[in-house]
Every structure is written in C-alpha cells, then in structure tokens.
C-alpha cells in the first residue's frame, strides 16, 4: 500500500477560525511533510518531520502548527489565515528520516480557501 | 543555491505521438532526481525516481534519462495517449539530506 491520505479535501474557512488538515500514511515511513502548493506553481515545502520530531521548518509564519502525535499521522493546525494562504496543502511521506535520498509519495491534498 | 528549469511550460501533441519533456538543473553535484505527474487539483504521484549513478530509469510506457554532467534529465513517454494529459514536474534532490527542489513543469495535453 502506498497511499497517502488527507482531510478534508476541501476547506472553507474563515480568518478568525481555528481549523486542522488531517494526514496519515501506514507505509511504515518515519519522514512527513507538509507542502503548499498556488494554482500553476511547484509545491513549496513548509515542514518536515523526521521519526516525529520537528526537522525542518522553512520560515512558515506561526499561524501554521504542525503535529506529528505518532509516525504514521501528521497534522497542520491553522489559525488567524490570511487570504493568501488560500492555497493546495500536500502532505507526503518518505523511508527513512527525510534522509537518504528515497522516493516521496504525495496524498492528494487539501484545498483550502480562506475568506 | 539549485535551480530546475522545465521547457516548455506547456505542450499540447495528438494521440500516439512519442513525446520528451526537459528538465535542466544547474548544479550537477544531485543525490537523485523524481519525476511526477498531477493532474488538476489533485496530488502528486511519483513516476520514476533516478539515482545519481544511474543514466535511466524505465516504466511501461515512460522512460527517464539523467545525464548530471550537462545537468539533464528527460522523460520520454511513447505512444501518448488523452490519459496521458496532466503537468510533469521534474524535482531535483541536491544532497542525500537535502530536500526536494521542483520544476515549474510542463502541461502535457494530449488531444483524441
């Protein structure tokens, strides 16, 4: 099995609202991201997680709270968005601990618009 | 600092035709390279994954060349077909600790 998933699929959600995109995988992978992808541009990467704990945080405003409660889940906490957060969020996941070079594998995303 | 081109951005061919996607990447020194396929809307999914010492990977109809010296990488997809329509994002991984580098793509339409 090598499947990603995410929710919801789509997410409306006001400036004032605190909301939770939801990711899970049970490859056994211990490498998760987050990434953030505008319509006709390449993902850009926010987070990743590596054996559960916090590697890499790409300078992500703190309106955005990643969660790793256990290897095989992965949550993004969002708070107070702006308009220009509306956006694709694309979790993934990888062998290893975000090392080694090994395949990514991408759920199908959140679409998020915030009003 | 990496940087990968994909030309052109967008392609549109007619059913059966073979067909080469480009990626180009600046810095040669990469761990590996992984071409995706997405279509609108949706998620990414992994076609081929090369490593750095490898020159092709092969799957079904794809074919994914790397030649790090000239900082190249091609996707070859033979007998296309309207499925086949969807953007191809080529990502370069710089270091085996490092993280993925994206294309901008290219949109593959392929008409019936």
């Known amino acids: 099995d090598t499947e990603v998933t995410q929710t919801p699929k789509h997410l409306v959600m006001g400036m004032t609202n605190k909301k939770s995109l939801k990711c899970e995988q049970h490859?056994?992978?211990?490498?998760m991201y987050w990434y953030k992808q505008k319509a006709k541009k390449p993902p850009e990467l926010m987070f990743v997680?590596?054996?559960?704990?916090?590697?890499i945080n790409e300078s992500v405003p703190s309106r955005f709270s990643p969660e790793c409660p256990n290897s095989s889940l992965l949550n993004l906490h969002l708070h107070a968005l702006q308009p220009e957060d509306s956006a694709l969020y694309l979790c993934?996941?990888?062998?290893?601990?975000?090392?080694?070079?090994?395949?990514?594998?991408f759920g199908p995303g959140t679409r998020l618009t915030v009003t | 600092k990496q940087e990968v081109t994909q030309i052109p951005a967008a392609l549109s061919v007619p059913e059966g035709e073979n067909l080469v996607l480009n990626c180009s990447f600046t810095?040669?020194?990469?761990?590996?390279l992984q071409w995706f396929r997405q279509d609108p809307g949706k998620g990414l999914t992994s076609l081929l994954l090369?490593?750095?010492?490898?020159r092709e990977q092969t799957s079904g109809r794809l074919n994914a060349s790397l030649d790090k010296s000239s900082g190249r990488s091609t996707l070859y997809i033979a007998a296309s077909q309207p499925g086949d329509s969807a953007t191809y994002l080529c990502?370069?991984?710089?270091?085996?600790?490092?993280?993925?580098?994206f294309g901008s793509g290219t949109q593959l339409t392929v008409l019936p």
């Open positions: 810095d040669s020194a990469i761990y590996n």
């Open positions: 993934a996941s990888s062998q290893g601990g975000g090392t080694g070079g090994y395949e990514q594998y």
């Open positions: 090369i490593q750095s010492s490898q």
């Open positions: 997680y590596s054996y559960e704990k916090l590697s």
């Open positions: 490859m056994g992978h211990r490498a």
């Open positions: 990502a370069v991984r710089p270091g085996s600790a490092r993280q993925l580098t």
